[in-house]
Every structure is written in structure tokens, then in C-alpha cells.
């Protein structure tokens, strides 16, 4: 005897559905917001202690210092969506700079002698980045390397790179072109000084939202986090699942590069201490992963990242005008990141703190 299989209408169906797709953005909403109450937090401490801290330029000095940073976090992002790694972003950060403004200057000046074009050197810098994200996705990907131990092999590698070719020694004298990026200004008045809004915080939050754009709409942006999310799956959808993987290491070295781009315009130098010996990639984790982006991928996006980078601006900033020696710095971030972390799972669920 057949078994009667009872089917709900779509009309006794239809409100469970939507109660479940409502309380679904609530909570996706609620995890991308998470950090905004610790941000007013530490926003309240930094006017008690400085009441100069909400002046319209020390915000200013806070998005400029945030913007470099803040696109290698788009970077590594993508890369944690795809549920990797790369751990050789702060490497790339100095060595892309290094590399491009070795072209540049003449012997005399540490450089190859090549005198190229600043235009031209800013193709090598993004040649370099795309060439380490390639490598590294190539070894990890087709390779089937060990994500982990081929980005720390690669960080070490490009460090030694970027001290070897100028001998240990900073580049100066770059071009107006060069340094555009992280030093220029919009809506400045001339000789002021002061006031205006840094380019390079503008591109940050370009990059911010043509990325976060891409991953909800663009149909490879959702094939991201399809792969971060079951990449055997994925992979039986169809998607194609190696060069995704591959290209959101390319594109994370891209970003890392014009990150530090962004930090040698706002130094007017490239430093053999930028990237790997500022340990850049510390607090490029920690934003990405109080910001909601899982280690375990699949699962985060742009605005939490951001919220993330903004929130350990403002950290760093109010260290910087409470003149707290720098003995004490990492400990306080430290401790600030773990903070953070309890109040976002406290506000945001269990999802969050994973």
C-alpha cells in the first residue's frame, strides 16, 4: 500500500520561509554592526583622554594611517573567504615599493640605474604583486603544498629580497608620482597645510566597496565563498575551483602591493623595515577576523572587515595622543583585539567570535 506523503500548501509554507529569511538578514546584519558599539567605546575613552581626539584633522591623520592597512585586509580577506591563508601579504607590501623605486633612482641614489618612469615603475610594483600571489597560489593550488608553510617560506624569502637589492638601505628622493598615492590630498587649500581629504583613504574606501560590490553580486564573488564553504561542493557545481583559489591570491599580493605603495608616499621613503619588520600582518588578521571573516572561510565581508580596520586605527591613534611608551603598545592592541572580540560575540553571536 502507497504511503500518502503530505505536502504543507505554499501558503502554510510561505510565512515559516520568510520568518526564517528575515531572521537570517537580521543576524547577517547584526554581525556586520558588531563592532560599531566597541568603536563608540573606544571614540568616548579617546575624547576623555584628549579632547583634541575629534578634531576634524587627528580623523584625518586616522583614515590616512588606516588606508595602507586597510587594503591588505581586503587582500587577505578574500583569501580567508576561499579558506587559505597567505601569510607572505606583509613581505609583498615592502618588497612591490622596494622594488619599483629601485627602477627609479640612479646608483648614486641605491638604485639599478634603470631611471625608468615613476609611471612605468608603478606597472613593476603591480607586476611584482602579481607575480607572488601567482606563485604562491600555483604552489598551494596545483602544488598542493601546505598553505601555511609555502606564505611563511615566501615572507622570508621576499624580506631577504627586498633588504639584499638596495644593501640595507631606505630609498628617498622618489618622484611626486611615485608618493601621490599616500601623500596627496583632495580639497586642500594651497599652502594650508592643513584640512582635506587624504587620496589614499579615498582609494581604500573605493576598494572597500568595488570589492564588496563584487563578492555579493558578481557571480565569481559568490563562487568565492561557495569554495570557502564546501569546496568539494563547489567544485561538483560546476565552479571552476583551482582558479578561483588562485586568482584571490594573485589579486590579495595586487592589493598588498598598492598597500604599500600607499605607506611609502605617506613616509616619502621605502624603507628596508616596511612590511615584514613592522609585522604588518598581525593586525591585517586580527581586523579581518574581529571584523567577521572566518578563518575557516566561507563566511564574512567587506563592512565587517572595515569595521575592523577603523576600530585598530582608532586604537593605535588614541595610544598615539595618550604618549604611551612603546614598550606597552603590543600589549594594549593585544589586549583591545580580545576585548573586542568578547563584546562582538556578546553582540553578534557565536558566528562572530568563530
Do not use: C
Not at 45 to 56: C, E, M, R, S, Y
Amino acid at each position: 500500500m502507497t504511503e500518502a506523503v503530505l505536502v504543507a500548501p505554499d501558503s502554510e509554507r510561505r510565512p515559516q520561509s520568510t520568518a526564517a529569511g528575515i531572521a537570517r538578514r537580521l543576524l547577517g546584519g547584526t554581525r556586520q554592526v558588531a563592532l560599531l558599539p566597541v568603536i563608540g567605546v573606544l571614540i568616548i575613552i579617546g575624547t576623555v583622554i584628549n579632547p583634541n581626539f575629534l578634531a576634524l584633522n587627528n580623523f584625518t591623520e586616522i583614515g590616512q594611517f588606516s588606508s595602507s592597512l586597510g587594503v591588505v585586509v581586503v587582500g587577505e580577506s578574500l583569501v580567508l573567504l576561499t579558506g587559505g591563508l597567505d601569510l607572505s601579504l606583509e613581505s609583498t607590501y615592502g618588497l612591490a615599493p622596494m622594488v619599483a623605486a629601485w627602477t627609479i633612482l640612479s646608483r648614486n641614489l641605491f638604485g639599478a640605474g634603470l631611471e625608468l618612469s615613476p609611471y612605468l615603475a608603478l606597472l613593476v610594483l603591480l607586476a611584482v604583486g602579481a607575480a607572488v600571489g601567482l606563485t604562491n597560489g600555483l604552489l598551494i593550488v596545483k602544488g598542493r603544498l601546505n598553505g601555511f608553510i609555502v606564505t611563511l617560506g615566501m615572507t622570508i624569502l621576499l624580506y631577504g629580497l627586498q633588504d639584499g637589492i638596495v644593501s640595507d638601505q631606505s630609498l628617498f628622493g622618489l618622484p611626486a608620482p611615485f608618493t601621490y598615492l599616500g601623500s596627496a590630498y583632495l580639497f586642500r587649500s594651497a599652502g594650508s597645510g592643513t584640512g582635506g581629504i587624504p587620496v589614499s583613504l579615498v582609494v581604500a574606501v573605493a576598494i572597500f566597496v568595488v570589492v564588496g560590490l563584487f563578492l555579493r553580486y558578481h557571480r565569481v564573488g559568490r563562487a568565492i565563498y561557495a569554495v570557502g564553504g564546501n569546496r568539494e561542493a563547489a567544485r561538483a557545481a560546476g565552479i571552476k575551483v583551482d582558479r578561483i583559489r588562485i586568482g584571490v591570491y594573485v589579486a590579495a599580493a595586487v592589493f598588498a602591493a598598492i598597500g604599500g605603495l600607499m605607506e611609502a608616499g605617506q613616509t616619502s621613503q621605502v624603507s628596508t623595515l616596511q612590511g615584514y619588520s613592522e609585522g604588518i600582518i598581525f593586525p591585517v588578521f586580527a581586523a579581518a577576523v574581529i571584523g567577521g571573516v572566518s578563518l575557516q572561510g566561507g563566511r564574512g565581508n567587506m563592512v565587517g572587515a572595515a569595521t575592523g580596520v577603523i576600530l585598530l586605527g582608532i586604537v593605535t591613534n588614541i595610544l598615539n595622543i595618550s604618549q604611551v611608551s612603546n614598550y606597552w603598545i603590543f600589549a594594549v592592541q593585544g589586549g583591545v583585539i580580545l576585548a573586542a572580540l568578547v563584546l562582538a560575540r556578546l553582540i553578534g553571536g557565536r558566528a562572530v567570535a568563530e
